[in-house]
C-alpha cells in the first residue's frame, strides 16, 4: 500500500509541475492566426476563451512585419480601436509577449482598418489562486444517471484519502 501512496503522490506532483511551468504559446493555436477573421467563429477572442493563461506564460505571434504588428493597449483602446496610444507596440513578426501579472491583456492589430474588423484579442491571465487545475467538478446528482451504490468501509477509506489529496492540491499546499 505505501508504494500505491508514493506513486499518487509522485502522479500529483508531477500534473502541479506541468502546470506551474511557463508556457510559450502561440496565439490562436497556429503560426497564421494573426489576422483579420473569416467569421465571429475564427475570432482569436473565440480561441482564448477555450484557452487558460496563467502568470508566467508567453504569448506569441508570427505575422509578416511588412504588412502587420501587435499592439499593446488598455481597455479603452481596444474597444475603440484606437492605435494611436499603444502601451507597447511590436512589429517585428515574431512577437513575444510575457503574461507578467493577472487580469486582462489587450491586443489590436496596428493595420488600419484591421481592428475594425475583428483583428484583435482579450487574454485574461488567471491569479495563482485561481490556477486551472485541470479537474473538473465533479457532476450534480441530477445529472449523475448511475445506480446508487452503498459506501463500503474501503470505498469510504479511499474516497476520504482522495478528497484530501484533491483538497492540499487545491488549496496549493502540496
Known amino acids: 500500500m505505501a508504494g500505491y ?5 509522485a502522479f500529483v506532483l508531477l500534473f502541479v509541475l506541468s502546470y506551474s511551468e511557463a508556457r510559450e504559446i502561440m496565439v490562436g493555436g497556429k503560426t497564421d492566426a494573426w489576422k483579420i477573421p473569416s467569421s465571429q467563429s475564427d475570432s482569436l477572442n473565440q480561441w482564448a476563451e477555450g484557452s487558460r493563461f496563467l502568470i508566467g506564460d508567453s504569448l506569441v505571434w508570427k505575422y509578416d512585419s511588412g504588412k502587420d504588428s501587435v499592439l499593446q493597449v488598455n481597455k479603452e483602446n ?9 502601451i507597447e507596440e511590436y512589429k517585428d513578426g515574431n512577437t513575444k509577449v510575457k ?13 488600419k482598418g484591421h481592428c475594425e474588423k475583428g ?4 487574454v485574461v491571465v488567471l491569479s495563482p489562486r485561481h490556477r486551472y487545475t ?3 467538478p465533479a ?3 441530477v445529472e449523475f444517471d448511475g445506480p ?10 479511499l474516497q476520504s484519502g482522495l478528497m484530501v489529496a484533491l ?4 488549496l496549493g499546499l502540496f
Open 78 to 86: 481596444y474597444v475603440s480601436c484606437n492605435t494611436s496610444n499603444p
Open 167 to 170: 483538497g492540499i492540491f487545491a
Open 5 to 9: 501512496s508514493r506513486a499518487i503522490s
Open 119 to 122: 483583428q484583435k484579442l482579450v
Open 139 to 141: 457532476p450534480s446528482p
Open 134 to 136: 485541470g479537474i473538473s
Open 99 to 111: 503574461l507578467d501579472r493577472s487580469g486582462p491583456f489587450y491586443f489590436i492589430s496596428g493595420s
Open 148 to 157: 446508487a451504490v452503498a459506501p463500503t468501509s474501503s470505498a469510504t477509506k
